[in-house]
């Protein structure tokens, strides 16, 4: 499983040139900075928080146009990500290949954050 997003010393990051919410720095106990996605994915190692704002920024919301698998039961499931929450994630399956509009609304998938479920294709 996904190491937690730490909970004190973490903020979320806003993107600069719009205010989108792209992700999380966490800032370590000796002053360097971890940015986080917001599927709490460390993204790289600690540093300076302007590599870590720009990394997020750069990265901002992309995993909405990704392709993702769902673990589910031992099989793997096309899905696409609904929403995304500070806690949890919302994804819809699909048929392969398929594009957003083919994402099945009636069997939305809530996954509580950190997962190991979820798995870019």
Not at 18 to 47: N, Q, S
Not at 66 to 85: K, R
Not at 96 to 113: C, P, S
């Amino acid at each position: 499983m996904s190491e937690p997003l730490p909970s004190e010393n973490t903020f979320d990051h806003l993107r600069s040139d719009d205010g989108e919410h792209v992700g999380y720095i966490h800032m370590t106990d000796d002053g360097a900075f971890i940015p986080y996605d917001l599927l709490h994915r460390r993204c790289a190692e600690a540093g300076d928080l302007d590599a870590a704002e720009s990394l997020l920024d750069e990265l901002g919301l992309r995993m909405f146009m990704e392709q993702w698998w769902l673990d589910a039961d031992g099989q793997q499931i096309p899905v696409l990500i609904q929403e995304v929450h500070r806690d949890r994630v919302l994804v819809a399956p699909t048929a392969e290949g398929a594009i957003a509009k083919a994402a099945d609304m009636t069997a939305v998938v809530e996954l509580v954050l950190p997962t190991d479920r979820l798995h870019s294709r």
